[in-house]
């Protein structure tokens, strides 16, 4: 039975075949180009010449992609979400917006197609072993939406449902969406972003697998096991499938929702997260790398941080922590050779790359370092470190002779750790990061 009152969320059917997922792509390039026809003979009718560029980078064009996309779900909606994040300093400002959209977008799905997933996962009696299940979602992405169940055992559940046809969808998902993409003229053609589409493919692959997903969020649960300021979801694995994923719900508020708390607890949020992340990068080899702020909560009453959604699980090896602690270690020191030894053995230039871009990346990375390299604490909310990176970045990127994607594991750290960035900014934290990180160097 239906519990929650709350406001349905945007809902539509997710096209679960591979035809009816083409022909929404296909939609979205004809509406794209219809509005393309429109703006383009209005111009004319005023005695202008109209620009491709201009007609393609519209306000009516970036909301068609954007929709079409959100309504996709999948791996439609996660190549936009990556590209957004992964190379968002390279796209143009119009693409950057219509893509960034993705992130928080989604539409749910309706009550039907839910029960007819839960039905092929749980049975067709499924409903009997619950009391209360609210088919209105608490959070709808990419990959599933989240639903609140209470069992007639008494356990409080969180069931994540993946969207039907997702799995079987996402190489010819990415594959289309980015050959749209750049047929549309809306990525720059110089712009090399197969290894980002190979990664896309593999990172959701293994986010389509619930049961994947359960072990990591076991994982995370006994690495924390001694941690009390940590909250990991318990794993339900007797309702747990590929596309059916139980956990216990937790309570507390959306992180964000603590910009308006007392200063101290605001620095005791990111000063938890910070430590997490370096203990992820040296200690457990295991990173959560998805950034999104509603990955988060916190319980006011006993100080925790809850931790959620574990899809986006990447391990790294321990060379790789090395190589970041050697780099970090140089970079604190203010050692520019150290640290252009550590960029090489990562893989950021290699030894073609001309010294004028070598010193670019290492300007970056003592940038990025900064809250390291400051001594006491280091005030977020004052800072425009973030806006100074994405200049850098920018203008790094607008450099053809520089196009360079480096190794797929620094990506994902450097997604974690600008949303870290900007979650830190929002909440205005002041947090000695260098003496949280000095036990690890």
């Known amino acids: 039975m239906v519990t929650q009152k709350s406001p349905e969320p945007a809902s539509s059917p997710v096209p679960s075949n591979r035809f009816s997922r083409l022909v929404r792509l296909g939609g979205m390039a004809t509406g794209v180009a219809g509005n393309m026809l429109v703006a383009g003979a209005r111009q004319l009718a005023q005695g202008k010449r109209p620009n491709l560029s201009d007609l393609l980078l519209t306000p009516a ?27 968002g300093d390279l796209l143009p400002p119009e693409m950057a917006a219509i893509l960034a959209r993705l992130r928080s977008d989604a539409h749910a799905m309706p009550q039907r197609q839910v029960q007819a997933v839960l039905t092929a996962n749980w049975g067709a009696r499924w409903q009997q072993r619950f009391g209360p299940f609210s088919f209105v979602p ?58 980002l589409l190979a990664e896309a493919k593999r990172q959701l692959r293994e986010e389509a697998d619930y049961q994947a997903e359960g072990a990591h969020l076991q994982r995370f649960a006994e690495l924390l096991a001694g941690v009390p300021e940590f909250v990991v979801p318990a794993l339900h694995a007797d309702l747990t499938t590929k596309n059916v994923l139980a956990m216990s719900f937790v309570g507390g508020v959306p992180i964000e929702s603590m910009s308006t708390a007392p200063q101290a607890e605001r620095n005791h949020i990111v000063s938890l997260l910070v430590g997490l992340l370096f203990r992820e990068l040296f200690e457990f080899g295991l990173m959560q790398t998805d950034p999104n702020f509603a990955n988060y909560r916190f319980d006011p009453k006993s100080r ?30 203010g050692d520019r050779a150290a640290m252009a030894q550590a960029g090489l053995a990562i893989g950021y230039f290699d030894a073609n790359t001309r010294p004028n871009h070598q ?48 190794p797929i594991d620094t990506l994902f750290l450097h997604r974690k750790l600008g949303g870290l960035y900007l979650l830190a900014a929002r909440l205005r934290a002041r947090v000695n990061v260098r003496q949280l990180l000095d036990g690890m160097l």
């Open 61 to 87: 064009n970036a909301l068609k992609v954007a929709q079409q996309l959100a309504q996709m779900r999948g791996a439609a909606m996660k190549v936009g979400q990556l590209l957004s994040m992964d190379a």
């Open 138 to 195: 608490i959070a709808a992405a990419s990959i599933g939406q989240v639903h609140r169940a209470t069992t007639k055992d008494g356990r409080d559940l969180a069931i994540k449902i993946q969207y039907p046809g997702v799995r079987k969808s996402i190489s010819s998902d990415v594959n289309n969406v980015a050959s749209l993409l750049r047929l549309s003229g809306l990525l720059p053609k110089t712009l090399d972003i197969s290894p």
């Open 304 to 333: 925790q941080l809850i931790l959620l959604d574990f899809g986006a699980t990447r391990r790294f090896t321990p060379a790789f922590g090395q190589a970041y602690r050697r780099l970090m270690r140089a970079t604190v020191a």
């Open 359 to 406: 010193t670019a990346v290492l300007d970056m990375f003592e940038m990025a370092l900064e809250p390291l390299r400051h001594p006491g604490d280091f005030d977020f909310g004052n800072s425009d470190m973030v806006q100074r990176l994405r200049d850098a970045g920018m203008a790094l990127g607008q450099d053809r002779d520089f196009w360079h994607i480096p």
